[in-house]
């Protein structure tokens, strides 16, 4: 990851969606969030998990993600209706009371 220049997180995300394979990159936003995850609940009054578990969190969270990312989910049999607005029926004003 050469010529890194992040200046925020979202510098950071772009830098790593443009460098890394999607897989690898899916991998980074995970670990990002645990840690994130992680400091927010200190900041709230727990304790801070051991490293170790925190690498446990990401690996049950990517297979996790990866389950139903792969799984296959049934499509719609009937599309859904697409309803055209209209003007109100003249006359008709909306009274609010």
Do not use: Y
């Given at each position: 990851?050469?010529?890194?220049?992040?200046?925020?997180?979202?510098?950071?995300?772009?830098?790593?969606?443009?460098?890394?394979?999607?897989?690898?990159?899916?991998?980074?936003?995970?670990?990002l969030?645990?840690?994130?995850?992680?400091?927010?609940?200190?900041?709230?009054?727990?304790?801070s998990?051991?490293?170790?578990?925190?690498?446990?969190?990401?690996?049950?969270?990517?297979?996790?993600?990866?389950?139903?990312?792969?799984?296959?989910?049934?499509?719609?049999?009937?599309?859904?209706?697409?309803f055209?607005?209209?003007?109100?029926?003249?006359?008709?004003?909306?009274?609010?009371?």
């Open positions: 990851m050469s010529n890194l220049h992040a200046h925020d997180l979202s510098e950071l995300l772009i830098h790593l969606a443009k460098n890394l394979s999607k897989s690898d990159f899916e991998t980074w936003c995970i670990v969030w645990v840690i994130w995850h992680n400091r927010n609940s200190v900041v709230h009054g727990k304790e998990k051991p490293p170790p578990l925190i690498l446990e969190d990401v690996e049950r969270w990517i297979n996790k993600f990866k389950s139903l990312h792969c799984s296959k989910l049934p499509l719609e049999k009937h599309p859904q209706q697409t055209k607005w209209g003007p109100p029926i003249c006359r008709e004003i909306k009274n609010e009371r």
